[in-house]
């Protein structure tokens, strides 16, 4: 029984590795609503293999997202330690959405809320904190606007992320050119009174959920 358990269990590590690559290759490519069987038969493996490793389409989430997640937290950390605190806040985006821009399961996770799964959420939870300190850190240099608040920043992510996903096709760097246009309007210096309010943290949650059946 043993000896014939190893080889099992070889099989079943084996398959679960090929899900993963799978999975990763696929969700990068076509987002996070793309077909499960299109990523069974990516790897080779029935759909109910596929079940039998990840119960749920989060189970998936959860296995490759958060290492992203947690890249893009050490992309804000760094920025952080920038001599210039607007430097690091216009660096950081840049370098967010170079990643986002090659990545569109990335943008997905960035730009929506899944609670089913737990560990991409305490990884967005972390990387969260950590780009609100650049936030905060370019507001009291009197770089950035004094009302630029992190829900205004999930609308820039919002934004830019459409912008991606509508030009990529015909002009992969034009989200460059957006970005330049939102940074010179964030600036203190280029900032006029505005009517409207930012957003409260409850309604970002409920627009990334998206909108209840």
């Not at 960035?110 to 904190?129: Q, S, V």
């Amino acid at each position: 029984m043993t000896t014939e358990a190893k080889p099992l269990r070889r099989d079943a590590a084996r398959n679960r590795d090929k899900l993963r690559a799978a999975a990763s290759e696929v969700f990068t490519a076509k987002g996070l609503d793309a077909s499960l069987e299109e990523i069974a038969k990516h790897a080779k493996v029935s759909i109910g293999t596929l079940y039998n490793h990840f119960p749920t389409r989060e189970a998936l989430f959860d296995a490759i997202f958060p290492e992203r997640v947690e890249a893009t937290e050490a992309l804000a950390r760094e920025a952080l330690t920038a001599d210039d605190a607007w430097d690091g806040f216009a660096g950081y985006l840049e370098g967010l959405f170079d990643m986002l821009a090659a990545d569109r399961g990335l943008r997905h996770v960035m730009t929506r809320e899944y609670p089913a799964a737990e560990a991409l959420t305490e990884a967005c939870h972390r990387g969260f904190a950590a780009t609100e300190a650049i936030v905060l850190r370019a507001r009291e240099s009197g770089s950035l606007r004094t009302d630029f608040e992190m829900s205004d920043l999930a609308s820039v992510l919002w934004a830019m992320a459409h912008i991606i996903d509508t030009t990529a096709d015909v002009a992969p760097g034009a989200w460059r050119r957006f970005l330049a246009f939102i940074l010179d309007g964030l600036r203190s210096e280029a900032a006029h009174p505005i009517a409207v309010e930012a957003m409260r943290p409850e309604q970002i949650v409920e627009a990334l959920l998206g909108p209840s059946d």
